[in-house]
């Protein structure tokens, strides 16, 4: 009977002590580093999703929106639909073909390439060009959080980028992403700069959702 109690008292610390050892590895902190990485390499290999923009820049001391809009890209072709620099925008991007909707007429203009407009419209057509990086610098994991409703890791660095424009024009970029738990896909991005002139700081906020999903864009009936 004693031998019993005794191997009955063993395995229930041998089993109290796997279940501590499960939850201590679930509950430790990833790396961020790798976290970070593994997320930019997620993002950038997505083929489809759904994106908001909104950009901020101060300027004369007050605040203002230079953008904010709506897209969403299949492969080489995106859709995007908002407002920059006060005005009203609608493009549509199919391949190496260019649709701008006029404001006021709302006829389509169609361009046969996009070389010019992606010089303008570089992040809006495509947001993850303001997630290359040449070096991540120093990444911190700095706290958790909850995007949408989901679970996110909230990872702060301060990287070199890779983008002529952004390097152009800014400079002091402090990135924060927003890393679902669940599957280690970034779903959010702010960054933080200054501009090279006058030093008045930018900010910019990127969505991500619908990530890998089917997404029909079509060209406009002109």
Known sequence: MKKKKLGLIIGIGISVALIVGLLTLNLKPPNPTDLVENGLERLNAATSFRYSLTQHQWV?????????????????????????????????????????????????????????????????????????????????????????????????????????????FWTEFQYTLYIRKSDKMIVKATIQAKNKVKADPMTMSIEFKDIGKKINILAPDI
Not at 118 to 140: I, R
């Open 60 to 168: 004369e001391g007050k605040d203002r929106v230079l953008t904010q809009v709506l897209g969403e890209k299949d492969g080489g072709n995106t859709h995007i639909l908002g407002q920059m620099a006060g005005s009203e925008v609608e493009m549509i991007k199919i391949g190496d073909s260019t649709y701008n909707k006029e404001p006021f007429s709302k006829k389509w203009i169609r361009f046969a390439t996009t070389q010019a407009s992606q010089e303008v419209f570089l992040a809006e057509l495509n947001p993850l060009s303001s997630l290359q990086m040449k070096e991540l610098g120093e990444v911190k994991l700095s706290d958790q959080a909850k995007v949408n409703g989901e679970k996110v890791w909230v990872c702060e660095l301060l990287p070199s980028v890779q983008n002529q424009m952004m390097e152009a």
